[in-house]
């Protein structure tokens, strides 16, 4: 059997090509890897291209299928399917990773919620309803309330587990991302008039300008919304 062109295996047809080629949605997926890597907050859930690489792959699998087993570029090909499949899962589970740790404060939020994907609020809500249950089995049944010393016992008996006040208060459970961390980042477009607080602690500020295409490196909490329009890309 003669071999497929690369085009075909990465496109899946002979076809037009799309005003976003493949190596777009790919390119597209290694910055949203390297952003919730590099990003002490969850990112918004980055779907549309997940779910394309997926197909993708699905795609190109069944392509190779197609070509001959003595073609030399069939490893190449399917390095690079092994390739894709790392970013997604290392994409997914660094979100997974911080959904763990930061799921009390994902929760408390409607804004921080829309962030998740269906699946992700699932294993969020599921998450945080099973922690909350193993610390009350394991250790929270057993403690006095906050109320047990206005109320002593008698001598030489044992004050009674309370319920009420040995529940995990949610604000001393709540984990949240420190947004003074610092990043590096690249602008992908000029943004004028960042405002950057003064870190010697005197509350100034001052305005910079970020130009396309150059990198620095700053506070998190001034170039977030940046982040989340696309404005800057994280390095």
């Known amino acids: ?57 699905h795609q190109m699998e069944a392509n190779l299928k197609r070509v001959s087993k003595t073609d030399f570029k069939i490893s190449i090909h399917k390095m690079e399917v092994d390739r894709i499949r790392y970013l997604i899962a290392s994409y997914l589970r660094c979100r997974l990773q911080k959904i763990e740790l930061y799921h009390r404060h994902l929760l408390a939020s409607e804004e921080l919620r829309r962030r998740l994907s269906p699946e992700e609020l699932k294993f969020a809500t599921e998450f945080q309803a099973g922690q909350e249950s193993h610390f009350q089995e394991v250790a929270l049944q057993h403690m006095p309330s906050s109320g ?3 109320s002593q016992p008698e001598s030489g008996s044992e004050p009674a587990p309370s319920a009420e006040g040995s529940r995990l208060g949610a604000a001393e459970a709540t984990v949240a991302p420190s947004l003074d961390a610092h990043v590096y980042l690249r602008a992908d477009v000029d943004c004028v008039g960042v405002l950057i607080a003064d870190e010697a602690g005197d509350s100034r500020t001052e305005e910079l300008d970020l130009v396309k295409g150059s990198q620095y490196l700053l506070r998190y909490e001034p170039i977030s919304k940046l982040l989340h329009k696309g404005d800057v890309h994280l390095i």
Not at 8 to 27: F, H, R, Y
Not at 28 to 46: A, G, V
């Open 1 to 57: 059997m003669a071999s497929m062109e690369d085009d075909e295996i990465i496109d899946g047809s002979g076809d037009e090509q799309e005003d976003i080629t493949p190596a777009d949605i790919l390119q597209r997926l290694r910055q949203s890897w390297i952003d919730e890597r590099m990003c002490p907050e969850l990112l918004e859930y980055d779907g549309d291209v997940v779910d394309c690489m997926l197909d993708q792959i």
């Open 148 to 150: 047990a010393s206005a």
